[in-house]
């Protein structure tokens, strides 16, 4: 069973940055596609980033690219997403997401979902 952990969320400024990792266990994470995803209050879950197995290949929203950064490093079994120029419509829960697909429009969620981490920015 695939179990995530995300951390390093918190409440910053508008401007300031934070890191978030995503700690997996119970599967494959060596050859699994990671994804970030995040949803705001009153809003539906949105795609942020996804890196393949390799870092090969890297995919951003439109809304982060430029600001966010997503990372993995196979031998902590982590992904990362470095965040900078927070802005306050970043304001979510972050959500790790392992193996998401790609339909050819939108990036699809994997099975399995981490609890999620809060981040907060203030105006």
């Known amino acids: 069973q695939v179990q995530l952990l995300e951390s390093g969320g918190g409440l910053v400024q508008t401007g300031e940055s934070l890191r978030l990792s995503c700690a997996a266990s119970g599967g494959d994470f060596s050859t699994a596609a990671m994804a970030w995803f995040r949803q705001a209050p009153g809003k539906e879950r949105e795609f942020v980033a996804a890196i393949t197995w390799s870092g090969g290949s890297i995919h951003y929203a439109d809304s982060v690219r430029g600001r966010f950064t997503i990372s993995r490093d196979n031998a902590k079994n982590t992904v990362y997403l470095q965040m900078n120029s927070l802005k306050p419509e970043d304001t979510a829960v972050y959500y790790c997401?392992?193996?998401?697909?790609?339909?050819?429009?939108?990036?699809?969620?994997?099975?399995?979902w981490g609890q999620g981490t809060q981040v907060t920015v203030s105006s």
């Open positions: 997401n392992e193996e998401p697909t790609y339909n050819g429009s939108e990036f699809v969620p994997g099975d399995y």
